[in-house]
């Protein structure tokens, strides 16, 4: 029940002693990730009866023991490069090849050949390869990943559809890729679209479904139609849930009217987000003109969501959870640029140097897209799995 779901605090607030100890017993910062909050996610995922096979976006986090999490909950892996299939391989060598899709884009011709014959399912996000390497491509099955000409998402950078975006096959390509595709005895068994990240209403995957029908009655091998991820998260605490149980009906109505369809979804956020936050220790704090200025040891190098896109995570004072707010101040980090901001204006208890800070909702593209700018190191991970622990 989604109303009792989110009048639940969040699982760090119960888990509150134990992130100080990891604190306290680990290098700051590091990220945690949740088990049972994964689990929760990928039930709701695997729970939407029109969805035939849930995939994990693996760019969202790559760690291994979230990976082994959601395999173990049922799911596939979508993976965007050779490194992320190698990481499947490692982290759950039992998994099925043909429950790891590849889906790169822009990539070199090597990368097809090497997935080929690691016996996992491409796509294909251009025709020109066809083309141009037919004999890579001649006797195998693929998926076509289709442009539908309008993206979604939370920011421009991460809308992945329309004639500024650089992905997908536009459908005025499709009888060529058709041509080459007789020619080579080349199998198309799927169609794909991922049109953004961070969607918080349920209307485009239903959309998605019925532009794909229409476009798969050209292809008679299609067997398989993949709506792609993009499910968005509430970035505030209380803000809007994306309504899974209207996503379904939409897809339940489409797969009514076309049976000899599969559906698919790839989301990466929606598994991993929530059950993510990020552990970091105040170093310093200093005020300054109007301003007042909380220093941790994690910076844009560790979370690059707030500089990149003007992300909000929820920063809270771990160390002090239960004293009041009582000062306004920007939360930056060790970095030489001014947009080193984690958070802007946010309302906190007295901290001091030594507090334990916590930044919410972070599993998802946070750890996968830190770097060692200004050679400060990458964060720790870690999983923690309380009910196993119990
Ligand atoms: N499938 C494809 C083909 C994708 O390109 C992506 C994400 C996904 C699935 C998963 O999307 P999700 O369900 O996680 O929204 N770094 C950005 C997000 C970039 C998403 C890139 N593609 C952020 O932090 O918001």
């Known amino acids: 029940n989604e109303s009792d779901a989110e009048a639940t605090p969040p699982w760090w607030q119960t888990e509150r002693e134990a ?3 990891l604190a306290d017993t680990t290098n700051t910062p590091g990220y945690v990730y949740h088990a049972p909050t994964l689990r929760t996610r990928a039930r709701q995922l695997t729970a939407l ?5 849930p995939y994990y976006a693996v760019k969202a986090n790559p ?5 082994r999490c959601l395999y173990d909950e049922g799911l596939g892996f979508e993976c965007v490069s050779l ?4 990481r499947v391989f490692e982290a759950v060598p039992q998994v099925d090849p043909q429950r790891v899709l590849f889906q790169p884009n822009f990539a070199a011709i090597d990368e097809y050949r090497a997935a080929f014959d690691q016996g996992v399912r491409v796509t294909l996000d251009n025709v020109q390869p066809l083309d141009t390497h037919p004999e890579v491509f001649a006797g195998q099955t693929i998926f076509l990943r289709i442009d539908p000409g309008r993206g979604h998402g939370h920011h421009r950078h991460v809308r992945t559809a329309g004639a500024q975006s650089k992905f997908g096959i536009v459908p005025d390509e499709l009888p060529q890729a058709r041509a080459l595709a007789a020619e080579h005895d080349i199998c198309v068994q799927g169609l794909h679209v991922h049109v953004g990240s961070g969607i918080t209403r349920a209307e485009p995957w239903a959309d998605i479904a019925a532009f794909l029908g229409s476009l798969a009655e050209d292809f008679p091998d299609v067997e398989i139609l993949n709506v792609g991820g ?3 998260v509430p970035e505030r605490p209380n803000g809007d849930r994306l309504p899974l149980d209207a996503l379904n009906e939409r897809l339940s109505a489409f797969k009514q009217s076309h049976p000899q369809y599969a559906l698919w979804m790839e989301p990466g956020r929606f598994l991993v987000a929530e059950a993510g936050a990020l552990l970091a220790r105040v170093t310093q704090t200093k005020q300054k003109g109007e301003a007042t200025y909380v220093g941790l040891d994690a910076g844009m190098h560790t979370l690059m969501r707030p500089a990149l896109y003007g992300a909000y995570h929820d920063i809270v004072n771990l160390t002090k959870l239960d004293q009041p707010n009582v000062q306004t101040v920007n939360v930056v980090g060790p970095i030489c640029e001014s947009g080193d901001v984690l958070g802007y204006s946010r309302r906190l208890p007295a901290t001091e140097p030594g507090d334990v800070m916590l930044i919410a909702t972070t599993g998802a593209y946070g750890a996968a897209m830190a770097n060692i700018y200004n050679l400060r190191p990458r964060p720790n991970e870690h999983l923690i799995d309380p009910s196993a622990d119990a």
Not at 49 to 53: C, H, R
């Open 63 to 67: 760690h291994p023991d979230v990976l």
């Open 49 to 53: 009866e029109a969805v035939d096979q």
């Open 19 to 21: 992130l100080l100890a």
């Open 83 to 86: 490194g992320e299939v190698e």
């Open 230 to 232: 993009g499910l968005g």
